[in-house]
């Protein structure tokens, strides 16, 4: 009985360390102001096979700063998915921490 019980314990590891091994990583915030504060890995589902990095012109008075947001996206979006945002940049790429680096 004990040697079914860590045969199935072995088992459920595999099945979740496979899964691990193949999910996407990426780098996930929402609205920083430093790209140090953006590190945060987290897994994707299935259907989210991208990472993306998008900077946001955010104005205050006279003054002007770059928010930067990450996360993992279903697909690339583009300048027409965000049209009250003041993009910066926005990058988009398909492997995994790919999105480690600030938004240009």
């Known amino acids: 009985m004990k ?26 915030c929402e609205n920083e102001t430093s790209n140090w504060k953006c590190l945060r890995m987290s897994f994707c589902s299935k259907e989210e096979q991208r990472c993306i990095t998008i900077g946001t012109v955010s104005r205050t008075d006279n003054s002007s700063q770059v928010l930067i947001t990450k996360k993992c996206a279903q697909r690339c979006p583009s300048e027409k998915d965000y049209p009250n945002r003041a993009l910066n940049s926005l990058f988009c790429c398909e492997h995994t921490w790919c999105n480690i680096r600030p938004p240009k």
Not at 12 to 25: D, L, P, Q, R
């Open 3 to 28: 040697t079914a019980s860590s045969l199935i314990s072995l088992l459920g590891a595999i099945v979740i360390c496979t899964h691990i091994a193949h999910a996407m990583i990426c780098f996930s």
